[in-house]
């Protein structure tokens, strides 16, 4: 499971920005057809988690659609994550992926000290 190395690397970067504050949430932004497990990233996340300082911390992760560029019809168009790399309207086939292999941090809620 490369969730956990994924998710290591979060906590890491999380850490340096709480600079030694406990961290209640993080929020994960991830694509479609980033080769990301979403309910591997939960699975994982108390483990990656623990013993710093995002242990307890809650995982939310917003799930984004994929998008490819079509030169036919001159448009962005949403595709299913498993659809091949074609316009969905016209069929014309295009590589140009322009949303879905997102991953990253979108936000920290860190913990008040008061």
Known sequence: MHELGLLTGV???VAGAAGGREVAAVGL??????????????????LA???GCCAGAR???????????CPACAAEREIDEYFALTCPVCGFPTADLRRGREFEVA???????S
Do not use: F, K, Q
């Open 11 to 13: 906590v890491g970067a």
């Open 29 to 46: 932004r991830v694509g479609a057809r980033s080769g990301v497990v979403v309910e591997a990233l939960h699975a994982a996340w108390p």
């Open 49 to 51: 988690a623990a013993g």
């Open 59 to 69: 995982l939310v992760v917003e799930e984004l659609g994929a998008a490819v560029w």
């Open 107 to 113: 936000w920290v809620d860190i913990r008040s000290t």
